[in-house]
């Protein structure tokens, strides 16, 4: 049976560092959201001059959630085996039962198949990296907080998951991941 690493989090708080390191840690692929849709995103702005990235991501969300799982959905077709970990916020999906069993069907797997990872970070340090990182998806958001505007609360999984403390170094984040995950065999 299949494997789903679903790597989740606010922005800012390493989902695309954990993930790539948990994907090398097992020796099986990984697929980020914005990699995967990166080129479905520069065509719409493109055709679309007058939106901004944050803008553009919001309008195009059930595109690239489909891209990201037909993607996904086609290497568990191709190896029912497979293990994968797969990159995104998940906001949607992690929010309600609802959303979570319509993801697996998506993938084609069963919830027990399903892996969530959610990554805490306090908001302060949330905007230290996201400053940091200096993406255009993140400056309205950097804007806002730089005049007053708290940085809000994530809305945390209603679904079965491990929450990992994204202040950890990267080694430990993947430890308690194998840990929690304990059926998944370390490759390297």
Known sequence: ?????????????GKTTLGLALADALG???LDLDD?????VQQFLG????????SALGMLREARYALLAASAAERIEADPDVTLVLIAPFTTEKSSEAGW???ASRLGVPESALH???????????LERMA??????????????G???PLPDPALPVVPHVSVDARLPVADQVRTVLQRFGNASVRR
Do not use: C, F
């Open 1 to 13: 049976m299949s494997e789903i690493y679903l790597i989740a989090g606010p922005a800012g708080s």
């Open 28 to 30: 099986v692929p990984s």
């Open 36 to 40: 995967v849709t990166l080129g479905l």
């Open 47 to 54: 055709d679309n001059p007058q939106h901004d990235e944050p």
């Open 101 to 103: 069993q319509a993801w």
């Open 116 to 126: 969530l990872v959610w990554l805490d970070l306090p908001p302060k340090v949330r």
């Open 132 to 145: 940091e990182r200096g993406a255009t998806r993140d400056a309205t958001v950097l804007a806002n907080a």
């Open 147 to 149: 005049g007053g505007t």
